[in-house]
């Protein structure tokens, strides 16, 4: 089955604290994209980053970074720092390959609230 | 700009009148995707299409109805819209599956059904 959990309902953080969103995902595809979007208080979905099966590098994008683990089938997001503008519910999401109907499976996201 | 647009954005409605939630994209995309987002429940997926005159079920299809007469457009109707229907409804777009493409939304539609 494929499926994404992300099993941090709520988190709350004060401003300048690091914090950790984590997500575990199953799938029996060897081909297969993560991908985490944010949603901030006025709806939009914006996405974040892809990352894609056969890449485990970390990536860093300015406070975000992410840490991918086949081995954990785990792909965790990393604020550092963190912002007042970082308040949102964040999702993410799994897209699987062609054997198993190249479909989104998402998350049911992590609402974060940053603390001023 | 490239775009997926959804119309409308908010709307309150009343049960059995029949609705279309239109969608719009300016990318030449082949998938579009219907999704509805509830508390505790994440994004689950209505209706998706591989490419025009091609759609298929999701994982909550019961009670939509959808279409894909042109590649750009992927209205999502709703024939006989019941209060279980209230929710934040997306659409989506995406290049074409079988590749890491991403998959980009339109700003949301608010609808309640009283």
């Known amino acids: 089955a494929q499926k994404v959990t992300q099993a941090q309902t709520e988190i709350s953080v004060v401003e300048k604290e690091d914090v950790t969103l984590d997500c575990v995902y199953e799938?029996?595809?060897?081909?297969?994209?993560l991908f985490w979007y944010k949603q901030p208080p006025s709806g939009e979905l914006v996405f974040l980053i892809r990352r894609n099966s056969f890449d485990e590098q970390n990536e860093i994008s300015g406070r975000y970074s992410w840490n991918f683990q086949k081995s954990t089938s785990s792909f965790n997001f990393t604020i550092t720092a963190s912002q007042v503008v970082d308040s949102a519910v964040y999702f993410c999401?799994?897209?699987?390959?062609?054997?198993?109907?190249?479909?989104?499976?998402f998350g049911t996201g992590t609402s974060l609230t940053v603390i001023p | 700009e490239a775009q997926v647009t959804q119309n409308p954005r908010y709307l309150i409605t009343v049960t059995g009148k029949k609705l279309t939630v239109t969608c719009s994209q300016n990318m030449n995309h082949e998938y579009m995707s219907w999704y509805r987002q509830d508390p505790g429940l994440g994004l689950r997926q209505i209706y998706y299409?591989?490419?025009?005159?091609?759609?298929d079920k999701g994982d909550v299809p019961e009670g939509y109805k959808v279409s894909r007469k042109e590649k750009r457009n992927f209205p999502l109707i709703l024939e006989s819209p019941s209060p279980n229907q209230t929710s934040l409804y997306f659409c989506a777009s995406s290049l074409r599956l079988g590749t890491g493409n991403t998959i980009y939304f339109g700003e949301g539609s608010w609808l309640t059904v009283v």
């Open positions: 799938t029996r595809d060897t081909t297969y994209y």
């Open positions: 299409s591989m490419n025009v005159e091609v759609t």
């Open positions: 999401a799994l897209r699987t390959g062609p054997n198993t109907g190249n479909q989104f499976y």
